[in-house]
């Protein structure tokens, strides 16, 4: 009798295993590396000039090259400037920035693959973090900086997912980094959060009935 318990146990812990891995949904594996990872014919660059937007504020929007309509935010904790037309910098009112995120303003959109520049006068680090579809945080800690100027990363995704929203802040002093500037992106549909399929519910409440009759048959 124990063995048979034991083997029904075992098989309605699969079947709740099962549907729970049905019905959760896999996070992105999001990286950022150092560099213009994979070259730059994948994305398209950020410009201003012909997006008829405001070219100051705590929020400055941008839009792709190939799409005017796709808009990009960038957001600070202060006044923003966009110096230039084209893919031009963007820099505080003051002459430097602490803090900055990147999101596209329509929000069935995030980016796959996303590059920039920060020009930096000293020295330092800084922490950068994005957030997945799904609203997992990755962060990425004391990322060097080098004082002598163009500092280009490359955030992208191991597995096809895609990033909503990207943010920097600054663990060098306020003045020494300067703008950002030449920010690529690929852009891609985010892909709704998966809703259990019908099998994989029926499945886990296999699961559930399983272990309840276990319990109470061992009461």
Same mark, same amino acid.
């Given at each position: 009798?124990?063995?048979?318990? /034991? !083997? ?21 594996? #999001? ?9 730059? &014919? ?10 008829? @937007? ?7 929007? &941008?839009? %792709?090259? @190939? ?40 929000? @069935?959109?995030?980016?796959? !693959? ?9 020295? &330092? ?25 163009? /500092?280009?990363?490359? %955030?992208?995704? #191991? ?43 029926? #499945? ?16």
């Amino acid at each position: 009798m124990s063995a048979i318990m /034991n !083997k029904n146990s075992i098989f309605a812990a699969a079947a709740l295993a099962c549907g729970l891995a049905f019905a959760t949904p896999a996070g992105a594996t #999001l990286i950022l590396q150092s560099g213009l990872v994979g070259g730059s &014919g994948d994305v398209d660059n950020v410009i201003f000039n012909a997006c008829g @937007t405001a070219s100051s504020g705590m929020t400055v929007q &941008g839009c %792709l090259n @190939t799409s005017h309509s796709t808009r990009v935010n960038f957001t600070s904790n202060e006044t923003l400037n966009v110096n230039g037309g084209g893919q031009a910098r963007i820099t505080a009112a003051d002459g430097s920035f602490n803090a900055i995120s990147i999101a596209l303003a329509d929000p @069935t959109l995030g980016f796959d !693959k996303l590059q920039f520049n920060l020009d930096a006068i000293a020295d &330092g680090t800084a922490n950068f973090q994005a957030v997945d579809q799904f609203g997992t945080v990755f962060n990425f800690n004391n990322i060097a900086l080098d004082g002598n100027g163009q /500092n280009f990363f490359t %955030l992208g995704s #191991l597995d096809g997912q895609v990033a909503v929203s990207f943010s920097l802040t600054s663990t060098v002093p306020i003045s020494n980094i300067s703008d950002l500037a030449q920010v690529r992106l690929g852009v891609a549909g985010i892909t709704p959060t998966p809703v259990p399929a019908p099998a994989g519910l029926a #499945l886990m409440g296999l699961g559930l009935l399983g272990l309840g009759f276990m319990r109470r048959k061992s009461a």
